[in-house]
Nanobody, 127 residues
Framework: QVQLRESGGGLVQAGTSLRLSCLQS????????MAWFRQAPGKDREFLGC????????HSAESVKGRFTVSKDAAKKTVYLQMNNLKFEDTAVYYC????????????????????WGQGTQVTVSS
C-alpha cells in the first residue's frame, strides 16, 4: 500500500509562484517514478512532469517548461512541483502519482502506468 498526499494548493494571484508537495508513505519501497498531473473541469488530464527516485534527471511537459519544475527530496520521500508566473489557465486540481517502473521521459507522461494517486490539491489562480 502506497499513500500519497499533496499539499500547498490554494488561491493565488496571477503572476505569483507556488510550490506543491507530495509526501509518499506506506509501502513505498517498490515505487521508482513520480509524476505530476492536473485536471480542470471539463478537460482531459494533463501531464506536467516526472522524476525518478534514482538519478538526477527530471522532465517537464513542453506546455509548462520554463515555468514549472519537478524536484525531489529523497530522504523525505517528497516530490515538489514549483510553479512560477502562474496564469488563470493554470487553475485545476493537481495530482501526484507513483509508479513501480523506472520510466524516463518517453514513458512517464502515460497516466496508465501510475498505480498510486493522491487525492489532489486545488490550485486557483485569480486574474
Amino acid at each position: 500500500q502506497v499513500q500519497l498526499r499533496e499539499s500547498g494548493g490554494g488561491l493565488v494571484q496571477a503572476g505569483t509562484s507556488l510550490r506543491l508537495s507530495c509526501l509518499q508513505s506506506g509501502r513505498a519501497e517498490s515505487t521508482n517514478t513520480m509524476a505530476w498531473f492536473r485536471q480542470a473541469p471539463g478537460k482531459d488530464r494533463e501531464f506536467l512532469g516526472c522524476i525518478t527516485w534514482t538519478g538526477n534527471s527530471a522532465h517537464s511537459a513542453e506546455s509548462v517548461k520554463g515555468r514549472f519544475t519537478v524536484s525531489k527530496d529523497a530522504a523525505k520521500k517528497t516530490v515538489y512541483l514549483q510553479m512560477n508566473n502562474l496564469k488563470f489557465e493554470d487553475t485545476a486540481v493537481y495530482y501526484c502519482a507513483a509508479a513501480r517502473g523506472y520510466y524516463n521521459e518517453r514513458w512517464c507522461s502515460d497516466a496508465d502506468l501510475f498505480g498510486s494517486w493522491g487525492q489532489g490539491t486545488q490550485v486557483t489562480v485569480s486574474s
